[in-house]
C-alpha cells in the first residue's frame, strides 16, 4: 500500500505565497519522479511541476517563475513554493508520484494524492 499525503493548501490574497507539502509512504521500493497537477471544474488536469530523482524540473507554462518544486529524497517528500499567486492559480492541488513498491514483480506507475484546495482571492 502506499499513500501520497497532501498539505499545505489554503486560501491567501493575490501576490501572496502558499507551499503545498506531499509525502508519500508506504511499500515503496524506488521513486521516479514527484509532482503536482491541477484541476478546477469542468477543466482537465494540467501540470504544474514535476522533478525527477536526479532534481530535473519541469514546470507548466502558467506557473513558470513563480513556482519552485524541491524533493527530499530520503524522505520521500516533494515541496511546492508558490509565489505571486493570481486568482487563476485557484484549483485542487494534486500529487503525483511515479514509483515502485516493494513487491515482487512490481512496476513503475503513478499514484495521486486526494488532493488539496488552494483558493487565491482577488
Known amino acids: 500500500q502506499v499513500q501520497l499525503v497532501e498539505s499545505g493548501g489554503g486560501l491567501v490574497q493575490a501576490g501572496g505565497s502558499l507551499t503545498l507539502s506531499c509525502a508519500a509512504s508506504g511499500n515503496i521500493f524506488s521513486i521516479n519522479y514527484m509532482g503536482w497537477y491541477r484541476q478546477t471544474p469542468g477543466k482537465q488536469r494540467e501540470l504544474v511541476a514535476t522533478i525527477t530523482s536526479g532534481g530535473m524540473t519541469n514546470y507548466g507554462d502558467s506557473v513558470k517563475g513563480r513556482f519552485t518544486i524541491a524533493r527530499d529524497n530520503a524522505k520521500k517528500t516533494a515541496h511546492l513554493q508558490m509565489n505571486s499567486l493570481k486568482p487563476e492559480d485557484t484549483a485542487v492541488y494534486y500529487c503525483?508520484?511515479?514509483?515502485?513498491?516493494?513487491?515482487?514483480?512490481?512496476?513503475?506507475?503513478?499514484?495521486w494524492g486526494q488532493g488539496t484546495q488552494v483558493t487565491v482571492s482577488s
Open positions: 503525483n508520484c511515479n514509483l515502485r513498491t516493494g513487491f515482487l514483480g512490481s512496476r513503475w506507475d503513478d499514484y
